[in-house]
Structures are given as structure tokens and as C-alpha cells.
């Protein structure tokens, strides 16, 4: 008979899907593609909330998503506009490209 | 999840993150934009069905509302509409720069391991049990935790999200000028 799924596991997969993600945001130079990475990050953080919450048998954690999720919209929403508007003025999204605050 | 069986649900976890990682490294390392955005869909599904598994039903459907479909729509959207799908792609190319950024990552992996094998689980336990959630309903039992003692935090996320619109017309908006 197998045992209940640990929590390790859940904890160990979330901080996987984080390392993938910083990874991306590292190596990656397209301002896009480093967007989608950081939601990929935020993602391996809402699963170790809910991780920690179902195995607290608490709804804390889930509140916590919620809130994180509402922030993510409102980010991608303000970030994809800032995307668009400097690719009107320089033609590109390369992040090496922007050197706009450079006097 | 109550009422399925063990092994069903060792299945479906080892299936559901094997997807997860493997989906997410696919997303990582796409050339273009539209693929990378593609398999990020498919890794917020898999992590939905963890969160079937984790007995947060709502949350699991807010996922897939939320971020597979609103927030990624968005970003294809924007990718279509400034063109990137063939133009300046990513270099399979080996830097110095993209070394130390492995290096530290890596070095940020095995400090999270750190963390997650010495972790204890202390912490007093709630009263949202699996079997009081399925009997409550968990889309209820948030609501009544969401409007009632979490209801000024919920009225100042409404308040950013009015914010985050207001500034994205704001800001795509055509200059008269």
C-alpha cells in the first residue's frame, strides 16, 4: 500500500518550477519571454501555498493566491503596455536595447 | 481530492509534475516567443491539477481562468502585435554573463533544497479539513473567508486592478503631441 503523497514532494516540485524560472529570467534577453518566466516564478510560489495550507487544513494559503493572482493581472496588464509603448520608440524588446535612463 | 484511490493519486501527481517540469524547461528554452508562451499554458494546467490534488478546487479553476486564459491571452496578444515571432531571436550562444547566471541559480536551487529538506511542519492545524471543505463547498467556504475577515484586503486588491486598467489605457493610449 502506498503512503499519502508527502508535502516534500509538492515543496520539491515548486522549487524546481522557480529555478526554471530564474533560470529564464537570466538567460533569456527577450523582455517578453522574461515576463513569462516571472509568472512561471510566482506559480511555484502560489503551489507551495497551497501546498502548506491543504496540509495545515487551513484556507489561508488559498486567500493568499488570490491576492497574488489579482497582483499578477493588474503587473501583466501595466508590464504589457510598458512593453508595447517601448516598442514604439526603439523597435525592439531586446532588454539590452534599453538604455533609455542612460544620460 | 477525497474518493479516489492512493494509487490514482500517485499517478496523476507524478504525471502532472513530470509535465510541469518538463513543459516549463520547454518554455525556457524556445526560440520563439509564441512556443515559449504555448508551453507556459501547458505548465499552468499541470499545476492546476496539482491544485485539484491539493483540494483547492476554486483555485485550480481561477488558474485556468485567470492565468491560462485571461493573463496568457494577453501576452500572445502582445507578442502578435509587435511582431517578434521571427525577429530578434535568442542565441543558443554560451556567454560569460549567462555562466555566472547559471552558476548563481544553481547555487539558488540547492539553498531552496536546503530549505525544503529541513523544513518541520510546525505550525497549529486549522479547521478547513478535506472532509469539511468537500461537505462546505470550496468555492463557499473561500467566499466566506474572502468577504468576511479578509474583506478590506479584498477591497484594495479591487483598487489595484482599477489602478493597473487606468494605467495601461493610460499608457497605450496614442499621444496627440
Known amino acids: 500500500m502506498l503512503p499519502e503523497i508527502p508535502q516534500t514532494l509538492y515543496y520539491l516540485l515548486s522549487a524546481v518550477l522557480f529555478t526554471v524560472g530564474a533560470v529564464g529570467v537570466i538567460t533569456r534577453r527577450n523582455a517578453i519571454v522574461i515576463f513569462m518566466c516571472i509568472e512561471l516564478m510566482l506559480n511555484a510560489v502560489n503551489l507551495s501555498f497551497i501546498t502548506s495550507g491543504n496540509f495545515l487544513n487551513s484556507l489561508d494559503g488559498t486567500i493568499f493566491v488570490i491576492f497574488i493572482m489579482a497582483v499578477a493581472a493588474a503587473e501583466a496588464a501595466v508590464g504589457l503596455a510598458i512593453f508595447v509603448l517601448i516598442f514604439r520608440l526603439k523597435g525592439t524588446v531586446h532588454v539590452d536595447d534599453f538604455n533609455l535612463l542612460k544620460g | ?177
Open chain 2, 1 to 177: 481530492m477525497i474518493g479516489i484511490g492512493i494509487g490514482f493519486k500517485w499517478f496523476i501527481f507524478v504525471v502532472a509534475a513530470l509535465v510541469a517540469t518538463g513543459s516549463s524547461l520547454m518554455m525556457v528554452t524556445r526560440k520563439n516567443p509564441i512556443h515559449s508562451a504555448l508551453w507556459l499554458i501547458v505548465t499552468f494546467f499541470s499545476v492546476a491539477i496539482l491544485y485539484v490534488l491539493l483540494n483547492a478546487t476554486f483555485i485550480a479553476v481561477a488558474q485556468v481562468m485567470v492565468y491560462a486564459g485571461a493573463i496568457m491571452m494577453l501576452v500572445l496578444f502582445v507578442i502578435m502585435l509587435i511582431h517578434l515571432e521571427w525577429g530578434a531571436q535568442w542565441k543558443r550562444k554560451l556567454s560569460f554573463a549567462k555562466l555566472i547566471g547559471g552558476v548563481v541559480t544553481i547555487m539558488l536551487f540547492l539553498q531552496v533544497l536546503a530549505g525544503v529538506f529541513t523544513y518541520s511542519d510546525a505550525g497549529q492545524k486549522g479547521v478547513y479539513s478535506a472532509q469539511k471543505l468537500a461537505q462546505l463547498g470550496n468555492a463557499r467556504a473561500v467566499g466566506t473567508l474572502l468577504y468576511g475577515k479578509y474583506a478590506f484586503a479584498f477591497e484594495i486588491a479591487s483598487i489595484l486592478l482599477l489602478v493597473g486598467i487606468v494605467g495601461a489605457v493610460l499608457l497605450a493610449r496614442k499621444r496627440k503631441d
